[in-house]
């Protein structure tokens, strides 16, 4: 998805149904005069008299169509959409209207409450009559006539809002509830926040975190986590500490005996094919693999694997490990050390990243003091291998603090992450005098998450035929969403030309800029929208 700003977009709707609701009563002042409450739960009520009787009341729905077309959504003003809310304001002042007779005609028959003229003349007699059956009180202090009406109206849930959905409005409510379970000691709430994030994630989502473990338990990663077509089944190519070379297949998710024999033939090339790579000379196989995936492997995928590895000893291939979802989060707690949220205060800045809708700006602010947090006590401490796995750690939580901007494919939340992650690797590596070989590897990796993620905004954005989010507000969000996308993909196509001194990408950002600029629009220019243009 494309940068957006749901809380401000909230603010506008929370403004534009005041203004509905204030329009209805002045165009029918008697719904104003009606004292009204609201039942937050169920779908009808009943109504208790004083006088022992009790009444059903349903809760009849009540719509209003509003049409606007891309570019209206674009371009409208705060004030041109309320002036087109108005046709639903009429709309609903005259179905609420038609409703409250109804009701109180309906109420007034139940109860023998009417007088009938019977067809004839309306005669003073029949008028005092009808003064006779109406309720009337004396406010005593200025001695004037006090009514009562009441009118009865109903929302499910709490917030209490305006729903835009294949151009209709409809006023609505949800109940948002999030529950999150506790455990007693730090450790069980990361191991269980691993496992959420862990489980949730494809195989793309863990590539960089997993690289990062490699990395933060000593071994030199070679190749990872770009996907290219010669890779020949090996996602991640590695040294160990000891001179092994080990190459890694990662997939997401549970693997049954159906999925296992859909990959059979990148696992043969796994352990068969040759490693063409600089610095491993001459070419040759891997001494250690292993198939890696977030879920786990049901008993008849594992036995497969043990007759694959039964079939390959005698051909002098190394065996296929497994690597399952339950060893990879104590791995990955493991890999954190004491460079874990170690006050309630950290704790709670973490959760509140990694339970974040997602939908919104990245929070870099709080970010930033998050992960600071984490790096501290290590630049305090001075050992060049506690910086590194600090930065390690940090990388980790950063991959961890994203999961909910992945969730929403808000892909420039995500580089913002990543970005920030490596310019705190910088900063640190600058004010420690950290030589370059010990945190390049994690600044990479961190750089990698945000070029990934604009690769990905480029191709949605270029896939579509505009930036737009429908919503009655869009068109005061619109042109920030341009400029905050056309900057990113400005600045995502230069920094590929200096990285792989090439831009594949340059026609792709040039055709979205080209589209958009009309609608760009400067944080410092005023003046109308045409003026702009």
């Given at each position: 998805?494309?940068?957006?700003?749901?809380?401000?977009?909230?603010?506008?709707?929370?403004?534009?149904?005041?203004?509905?609701?204030?329009?209805?009563?002045?165009?029918?002042?008697?719904?104003?005069?009606?004292?009204?409450?609201?039942?937050h739960e169920g779908s009808s009520g009943v109504l208790a008299r004083?006088?022992?009787?009790?009444?059903?009341?349903?809760?009849?729905?009540?719509?209003?169509?509003?049409?606007?077309?891309?570019?209206?959504?674009?371009?409208?003003?705060?004030?041109?959409?309320?002036?087109?809310?108005?046709?639903?304001?009429?709309?609903?002042?005259?179905?609420?209207?038609?409703?409250?007779?109804?009701?109180?005609?309906?109420?007034?028959?139940?109860?023998?409450?009417?007088?009938?003229?019977?067809?004839?003349?309306?005669?003073?007699?029949?008028?005092?009559?009808?003064?006779?059956?109406?309720?009337?009180?004396?406010?005593?202090?200025?001695?004037?006539?006090?009514?009562?009406?009441?009118?009865?109206?109903?929302?499910?849930?709490?917030?209490?809002?305006?729903?835009?959905?294949?151009?209709?409005?409809?006023?609505?409510?949800?109940?948002?509830?999030?529950?999150?379970?506790?455990?007693?000691?730090?450790?069980?709430?990361?191991?269980?926040?691993?496992?959420?994030?862990?489980?949730?994630?494809?195989?793309?989502?863990?590539?960089?975190?997993?690289?990062?473990?490699?990395?933060?338990?000593?071994?030199?990663?070679?190749?990872?986590?770009?996907?290219?077509?010669?890779?020949?089944?090996?996602?991640?190519?590695?040294?160990?500490?000891?001179?092994?070379?080990?190459?890694?297949?990662?997939?997401?998710?549970?693997?049954?005996?159906?999925?296992?024999?859909?990959?059979?033939?990148?696992?043969?090339?796994?352990?068969?094919?040759?490693?063409?790579?600089?610095?491993?000379?001459?070419?040759?196989?891997?001494?250690?693999?292993?198939?890696?995936?977030?879920?786990?492997?049901?008993?008849?995928?594992?036995?497969?694997?043990?007759?694959?590895?039964?079939?390959?000893?005698?051909?002098?291939?190394?065996?296929?490990?497994?690597?399952?979802?339950?060893?990879?989060?104590?791995?990955?707690?493991?890999?954190?050390?004491?460079?874990?949220?170690?006050?309630?205060?950290?704790?709670?800045?973490?959760?509140?990243l990694y339970l974040a809708d997602g939908n919104g700006p990245f929070?870099?602010?709080?970010?930033?003091?998050?992960?600071?947090?984490?790096?501290?006590?290590?630049?305090?401490?001075?050992?060049?291998?506690?910086?590194?796995?600090?930065?390690?750690?940090?990388?980790?939580?950063?991959?961890?603090?994203?999961?909910?901007?992945?969730?929403?494919?808000?892909?420039?939340?995500?580089?913002?992450?990543?970005?920030?992650?490596?310019?705190?690797?910088?900063?640190?590596?600058?004010e420690a005098k950290f030589p370059e070989e010990e945190w390049l590897?994690?600044?990479?990796?961190?750089?990698?998450?945000?070029?990934?993620?604009?690769?990905?905004?480029?191709?949605?954005?270029?896939?579509?035929?505009?930036?737009?989010?429908?919503?009655?507000?869009?068109?005061?969000?619109?042109?920030?969403?341009?400029?905050?996308?056309?900057?990113?993909?400005?600045?995502?196509?230069?920094?590929?030309?200096?990285?792989?001194?090439?831009?594949?990408?340059?026609?792709?950002?040039?055709?979205?800029?080209?589209?958009?600029?009309?609608?760009?629009?400067?944080?410092?220019?005023?003046?109308?929208?045409?003026?702009?243009?």
């Amino acid at each position: 998805m494309f940068p957006d700003f749901p809380e401000y977009k909230s603010r506008i709707q929370k403004l534009l149904l005041r203004r509905v609701q204030n329009a209805i009563k002045e165009i029918a002042p008697v719904l104003g005069e009606i004292h009204t409450f609201r039942q937050h739960e169920g779908s009808s009520g009943v109504l208790a008299r004083s006088d022992g009787s009790t009444d059903v009341m349903d809760f009849p729905e009540i719509t209003s169509e509003l049409k606007l077309s891309h570019e209206e959504m674009k371009s409208l003003s705060l004030e041109q959409v309320a002036e087109r809310l108005q046709s639903v304001a009429r709309d609903f002042a005259s179905a609420q209207m038609k409703l409250m007779v109804k009701k109180v005609s309906e109420a007034a028959d139940t109860v023998g409450n009417t007088v009938s003229a019977g067809g004839g003349d309306f005669t003073p007699e029949l008028f005092f009559e009808m003064i006779r059956k109406i309720r009337i009180d004396f406010d005593p202090e200025p001695e004037l006539l006090s009514f009562q009406p009441f009118w009865y109206t109903q929302a499910r849930g709490i917030n209490y809002g305006i729903n835009w959905n294949s151009g209709h409005l409809t006023l609505s409510s949800t109940l948002n509830t999030q529950k999150f379970y506790r455990p007693n000691s730090r450790n069980g709430v990361l191991e269980r926040i691993l496992e959420n994030w862990l489980t949730s994630l494809n195989e793309r989502g863990y590539e960089i975190p997993f690289t990062q473990l490699l990395s933060a338990e000593g071994f030199r990663v070679l190749h990872g986590p770009v996907h290219h077509p010669f890779e020949h089944g090996k996602d991640i190519l590695a040294l160990s500490q000891s001179g092994d070379l080990c190459a890694f297949q990662l997939k997401g998710g549970d693997i049954d005996l159906a999925e296992l024999e859909s990959i059979q033939g990148q696992l043969l090339a796994l352990c068969a094919t040759a490693v063409t790579y600089p610095g491993v000379e001459p070419p040759r196989r891997p001494d250690r693999v292993a198939l890696v995936t977030n879920g786990k492997l049901t008993p008849p995928a594992r036995g497969r694997i043990e007759a694959f590895n039964h079939g390959n000893r005698p051909l002098g291939l190394p065996v296929l490990e497994c690597i399952e979802g339950e060893h990879l989060v104590g791995r990955f707690k493991d890999a954190h050390q004491q460079y874990l949220p170690s006050t309630p205060r950290d704790l709670n800045m973490f959760l509140n990243l990694y339970l974040a809708d997602g939908n919104g700006p990245f929070p870099t602010d709080e970010f930033f003091v998050f992960v600071n947090s984490l790096i501290a006590p290590a630049i305090k401490s001075g050992p060049r291998r506690q910086i590194k796995r600090a930065l390690a750690s940090m990388v980790l939580f950063t991959a961890y603090t994203t999961s909910p901007w992945d969730r929403s494919k808000n892909h420039v939340g995500i580089a913002e992450a990543w970005l920030s992650g490596a310019l705190t690797i910088l900063q640190t590596a600058s004010e420690a005098k950290f030589p370059e070989e010990e945190w390049l590897s994690s600044y990479m990796l961190a750089l990698e998450g945000g070029r990934t993620a604009l690769a990905d905004l480029l191709a949605e954005a270029a896939a579509r035929e505009d930036l737009l989010i429908p919503d009655l507000a869009e068109g005061l969000v619109y042109p920030v969403r341009c400029l905050i996308t056309c900057g990113y993909l400005a600045a995502f196509s230069i920094s590929e030309s200096l990285l792989v001194g090439g831009n594949d990408h340059r026609d792709q950002v040039q055709k979205v800029i080209s589209r958009e600029i009309s609608y760009l629009v400067l944080l410092c220019q005023t003046g109308s929208q045409e003026k702009r243009r």
